[in-house]
């Protein structure tokens, strides 16, 4: 945000932002370029005048001070991008591009990396939950910063770019805790990635899904067209990724896209609800549960077999104690019954 009071002095330095506005105007692209030419002059505090500068803004191009103000709030720093609170056990991750429906960009995706790095081993956090700021999940990959601009800076670019996006979805799909999509809203193309890297996913009745790729002229985006085989019978894939159709949360859940879908209002609570449930789990169990499901579709039965039985004993290997204490209090001290309810693991936490 802008903050008065500012010192007077360069009336240049407006006249530079008020040349970028008349440009920005004139593409329909207020804001970006407001934002950017206001950084280049706040970058010189001392010769600017804010009064002046709100002044010209305000004649012949009718920019209101609130939209002013409003644009400046827009640039979102590069850490910006994504929230994370931690809270009750529970890492709270918010894809933070609300005014570009959280479209992912480069910022966004090497901002997840970071964001990922901090909780995946913090003693703090159990479950992650992934979702987006206002009416979006994410509304794909962000067509200009993602695809026209590194297009433009050539193949390097695009290939690092890649490295980035499909690197934080990659580190989610193996994330050493479990992980929960609570999709808010729109979910298109690219959103799919982070959608299937987590291991459960709730959404609104009122969220829309969409392989919208087709009505650009698309492939669906990196691996979607795998996700949605993975996820989708073979007929609902096909008419799912063909006609660029969107469904709502209900129809995504009957579709097993998402696990479950609930009215908008409840679904914060719903997903509160799950993370209590997987917080009382053993974690070490929960990490070689949550990867076994995702290996073993690949696998011949005996192949999965023979991995099931070493991924039981590593698990062993790093938390003996925690099954045995999961025998002793159902064989002797006969305090739980696991079909029906975890084990009491404050008195072996492990
Ligand atoms: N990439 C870049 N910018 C985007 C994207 C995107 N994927 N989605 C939305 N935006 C931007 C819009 O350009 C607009 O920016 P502006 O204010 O500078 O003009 C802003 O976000 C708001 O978008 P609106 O379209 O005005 O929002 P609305 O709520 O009316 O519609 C919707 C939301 C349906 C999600 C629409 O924005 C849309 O269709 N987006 C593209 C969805 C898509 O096709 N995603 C797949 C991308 S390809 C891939 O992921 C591989």
């Not at 960009?105 to 990922?116: A, F, I, Y």
């Not at 601009?149 to 979805?169: F, P, T, V």
């Amino acid at each position: 945000m802008v903050t008065a009071p500012w010192p007077s002095g360069n009336r240049r330095q407006c006249g530079i932002l008020c040349d970028f506005a008349r440009v920005a105007l004139a593409h329909g692209k207020v804001w970006n370029l407001l934002v950017r030419s206001c950084a280049q002059v706040l970058s010189d505090p001392e010769t600017f005048d804010l009064a002046v500068c709100m002044e010209t803004l305000t004649g012949p191009f009718r920019i209101k001070p609130s939209m002013f103000l409003h644009a400046t709030s827009l640039e979102r720093s590069h850490a910006e991008t994504v929230i994370l609170e931690v809270r009750d056990g529970v890492a709270w991750v918010r894809l933070n591009r609300p005014e570009k429906r959280n479209a992912m960009s480069p910022e966004l995706n090497r901002q997840m990396l970071n964001v990922l790095d901090q909780v995946e081993f913090s003693d703090e956090v159990g479950v992650l939950v992934l979702t987006g700021e206002g009416s979006a999940f994410t509304a794909g990959m962000d067509l200009k910063g993602y695809f026209r601009d590194n297009e433009a800076k050539g193949l390097g670019a695009i290939r690092s770019a890649q490295r980035e996006s499909y690197g934080w979805w990659r580190r989610l799909r193996w994330f050493q805790k479990p992980t929960i999509a609570m999709v808010n809203g729109w979910c298109f193309g690219g959103g799919y990635a982070p959608l299937f890297a987590c291991d459960l996913a709730f959404a609104a009745d009122e969220a829309q899904f969409g392989l919208s790729e087709i009505n650009w002229g698309i492939l669906p985006g990196g691996c979607v067209t795998k996700i949605a085989r993975e996820l989708l019978s073979f007929r609902r894939a096909m008419y799912h990724a063909l006609t660029g159709e969107s469904i709502d949360g209900r129809t995504a859940a009957a579709w097993g896209l998402v696990n479950e879908s609930v009215p908008l209002a409840n679904l914060q609570a719903r997903v509160e609800e799950v993370c209590r449930v997987l917080l009382a789990k053993n974690p070490v169990a929960l990490k070689a549960t949550k990867d076994a499901i995702r290996r073993v579709g690949e696998m011949t039965y005996d192949n999965a077999e023979d991995y099931l039985i070493r991924a039981q004993e590593a698990a062993n290997f790093f938390d003996s104690a925690g099954r045995e204490e999961g025998m002793r209090q159902f064989l002797d001290d006969k305090s739980y019954k696991p079909g029906l309810s975890p084990y009491d693991r404050s008195k072996h936490p492990g």
